[in-house]
Nanobody, 126 residues
Framework: QVQLVESGGGLVQAGGSLRLSCAAS????????MGWFRQAPGKERDFIAV????????YYADSVKGRITISRDNAKNTVYLQMNSLKPEETDVYYC???????????????????WGQGTQVTVSS
C-alpha cells in the first residue's frame, strides 16, 4: 500500500506561482512513475505531467509546457509541481498519482496509476 499526501495548494492571483508537493510512502519510491493531474467539478481528470526513471524521463501536457515543471527528490520520497504564470481556468483540485506496477503506456490516463492522493485545491483569481 502506498500513501500519497499533497500539499501546497491555495489561492493565487493570475500570473502567480505555486509549488505543490506530494509526499509518498514506500521503500521503492525511486522506481515509481509519479504523475500530476487536475480536475474541475463535473469534469474528467486531466493529465498535467509525469516523472519516472528517477527523474530521467519527464512528459508534459501541451497546455502546460514552459510554465510547469515536475521534479522529484527520491531521498525525501517527494514529487513536486512548480507552476508559474497560472491562469484562472487552471482553478482545479490537483492530484498526484503513483504507478508502482510499471504498467503504464502513455502515462496520460488516470487508470494507468495505482494510487492517488486526496487532492489539493488551487484557486487562481483574475
Amino acid at each position: 500500500q502506498v500513501q500519497l499526501v499533497e500539499s501546497g495548494g491555495g489561492l493565487v492571483q493570475a500570473g502567480g506561482s505555486l509549488r505543490l508537493s506530494c509526499a509518498a510512502s514506500g521503500r521503492t519510491f525511486s522506481s515509481y512513475a509519479m504523475g500530476w493531474f487536475r480536475q474541475a467539478p463535473g469534469k474528467e481528470r486531466d493529465f498535467i505531467a509525469v516523472n519516472r526513471w528517477s527523474g530521467v524521463f519527464t512528459y508534459y501536457a501541451d497546455s502546460v509546457k514552459g510554465r510547469i515543471t515536475i521534479s522529484r527528490d527520491n531521498a525525501k520520497n517527494t514529487v513536486y509541481l512548480q507552476m508559474n504564470s497560472l491562469k484562472p481556468e487552471e482553478t482545479d483540485v490537483y492530484y498526484c498519482a503513483a504507478d508502482v506496477v510499471g504498467a503504464s503506456r502513455s502515462y496520460r490516463m488516470p487508470d494507468e496509476y495505482d494510487y492517488w492522493g486526496q487532492g489539493t485545491q488551487v484557486t487562481v483569481s483574475s
